[in-house]
């Protein structure tokens, strides 16, 4: 019981720092007098009123939390942050349900990008506000947020760190202290996100459209003011701004902050994670433009090149904006670029995905286990950028892959069953899965998820929560093992 009152302590404090959001949407709608301020403030009442009210009873149940603690409470604060996230919107939203907004708010602190709404022109500047700022806030992290910026917590955060960031190897720190390290960490996420604001607006966004996309670019979330996503603005130079910055999200922020720290760029090429991400989605690119030409689905070469470059960077990099819609093109194409989404972001990144740290170590193993076959007396380690990977290290890589494959196989047949084609299925817990957004089909980028039945899109937002947190953070609790003392 004191375990739960504990959990219950500092979830408490993180629904009041969530609270704390609500004022930029307050600002921005009494700027701008869309007439949404009244909603926001209740929301931010309510969920500050909320968070007191796990606080305060519990301040003497203050204690370290443990590992398993941090996978309980990491859970707990992205469900409860998500609900409160949907009051906004379903007092502004008139006929939305709570399914409908409960997956939006899911799909915005994910940063996978699907949406369920219409009409997103037309909807109040300070909501589209929201919900790209619910992006970027869930980019980095809320949790490794709260733990930046309120020490008073009273708890490890180390353990909240390591239950919310990706990647196999999450023991890696800039500095000693794991509060210091997510100061670090936000200060280079939000002088890439004014940077990219500013550049947006350079190439002919407003200061409104270039906030929203910055919030949604850096955090690799992909929504947008526009139900036809990038593709309402018809602007290559735009498009290469958002390729720019989108290529910089999917890299590792660790890497980012000490190119800046050393000010040099060979960290860059000492991480194997960056080398292999650039290379694979750049070539990627190029490779689906001349199979575009090839086929005939584009003509000149010069446009295929421009919309399967963005669009591979938008899906590889777990984005998900869209520039043309791509689901006329051969499905092979569309395939190709959802296979880039598992794979290609870095640990350490706002990406989504397996991580390219974990494709590294699947690829070398499978090699040493062919010259095994070939060599049985060789001894071979696996060494990833100087280093030698441990078995354990290995074994949590293999065991996330079994997971992995068995999530996407469970859930894709779960929507089949409920009667959904087997192509919108299977590319829609594809790209929820990895938070990527637009799947094909019914699906794809010139659609959204709004089709789908309450049932399905209750499946696609379990699939965006267990893909957001690595699976493992969210499996572990239905294990009789985690209860026990």
């Known amino acids: 019981?004191?375990?739960?009152?504990?959990?219950?302590?500092?979830?408490?404090?993180?629904?009041?720092?969530?609270?704390?959001?609500?004022?930029?949407?307050?600002?921005?709608?009494?700027?701008?007098?869309?007439?949404?301020?009244?909603?926001?403030?209740?929301?931010?009442?309510?969920?500050?009123?909320?968070?007191?009210?796990?606080?305060?009873?519990?301040?003497?149940?203050?204690?370290?939390?443990?590992?398993?603690?941090?996978?309980?409470?990491?859970?707990?604060?992205?469900?409860?942050?998500?609900?409160?996230?949907?009051?906004?919107?379903?007092?502004?939203?008139?006929?939305?349900?709570?399914?409908?907004?409960?997956?939006?708010?899911?799909?915005?602190?994910?940063?996978?990008?699907?949406?369920?709404?219409?009409?997103?022109?037309?909807?109040?500047?300070?909501?589209?506000?929201?919900?790209?700022?619910?992006?970027?806030?869930?980019?980095?992290?809320?949790?490794?947020?709260?733990?930046?910026?309120?020490?008073?917590?009273?708890?490890?955060?180390?353990?909240?760190?390591?239950?919310?960031?990706?990647?196999?190897?999450?023991?890696?720190?800039?500095?000693?202290?794991?509060?210091?390290?997510?100061?670090?960490?936000?200060?280079?996420?939000?002088?890439?996100?004014?940077?990219?604001?500013?550049?947006?607006?350079?190439?002919?966004?407003?200061?409104?459209?270039?906030?929203?996309h910055g919030f949604a670019t850096l955090s690799l979330g992909g929504f947008s003011t526009r139900d036809a996503s990038i593709a309402a603005w018809d602007s290559p130079a735009i498009e290469a701004v958002l390729i720019v910055f989108m290529l910089l999200a999917v890299l590792n922020f660790v890497t980012h902050f000490s190119a800046l720290r050393d000010r040099s760029l060979q960290p860059y090429g000492r991480d194997p994670e960056a080398r292999w991400a650039i290379g694979l989605i750049v070539g990627s690119g190029i490779a689906i433009a001349s199979y575009l030409v090839w086929q005939g689905a584009i003509a000149q070469p010069a446009t295929a090149l421009r919309h399967a470059m963005f669009n591979t960077v938008s899906i590889a990099t777990t984005t998900g904006y869209a520039s043309i819609d791509y689901d006329k093109w051969p499905l092979f194409a569309g395939l190709w670029m959802l296979l880039l989404c598992v794979v290609s972001s870095s640990s350490g990144s706002t990406g989504g995905g397996i991580k390219m740290v974990r494709t590294l170590i699947l690829f070398r193993q499978a090699t040493r286990e062919m010259l095994r076959t070939s060599h049985p007396r060789a001894v071979r380690p696996l060494v990833l950028s100087g280093q030698i990977v441990s078995p354990q290290v290995i074994q949590a890589v293999l065991g996330f892959m079994l997971l992995y494959g068995a999530t996407l196989v469970g859930l894709t047949l779960l929507l089949v069953a409920t009667g959904l084609d087997f192509t919108s299925a299977v590319t829609g817990i594809v790209a929820c899965l990895n938070n990527t957004g637009p799947g094909l089909a019914t699906v794809g980028p010139a659609q959204n998820f709004q089709g789908l039945t309450d049932f399905q899109t209750w499946v696609c937002t379990f699939a965006m929560l267990v893909g957001r947190l690595e699976l493992l953070t969210v499996f572990v609790l239905f294990t009789p093992a985690f209860w026990r003392r």
């Open 1 to 212: 019981m004191q375990r739960v009152l504990a959990i219950a302590h500092v979830l408490g404090g993180m629904l009041m720092v969530m609270a704390a959001t609500y004022l930029l949407p307050i600002a921005w709608s009494i700027v701008v007098r869309d007439g949404t301020s009244d909603s926001f403030i209740t929301a931010a009442v309510g969920t500050a009123l909320c968070g007191l009210a796990l606080w305060a009873p519990t301040r003497r149940w203050r204690r370290e939390l443990q590992s398993r603690d941090g996978c309980l409470l990491v859970v707990l604060a992205w469900v409860s942050m998500a609900g409160a996230a949907t009051v906004p919107l379903r007092l502004e939203i008139e006929g939305l349900s709570f399914t409908d907004a409960f997956f939006e708010t899911i799909s915005a602190v994910t940063t996978t990008g699907g949406t369920v709404l219409v009409g997103l022109d037309a909807l109040p500047q300070s909501l589209n506000v929201w919900r790209c700022a619910l992006q970027w806030f869930g980019g980095m992290g809320l949790i490794v947020l709260a733990v930046a910026i309120l020490p008073l917590l009273g708890v490890g955060g180390m353990q909240l760190f390591k239950a919310e960031t990706p990647g196999p190897m999450k023991e890696s720190k800039l500095t000693p202290r794991i509060t210091q390290t997510a100061k670090y960490l936000w200060f280079v996420y939000t002088a890439l996100t004014v940077l990219c604001i500013v550049a947006l607006r350079l190439v002919g966004m407003s200061w409104y459209e270039a906030v929203c």
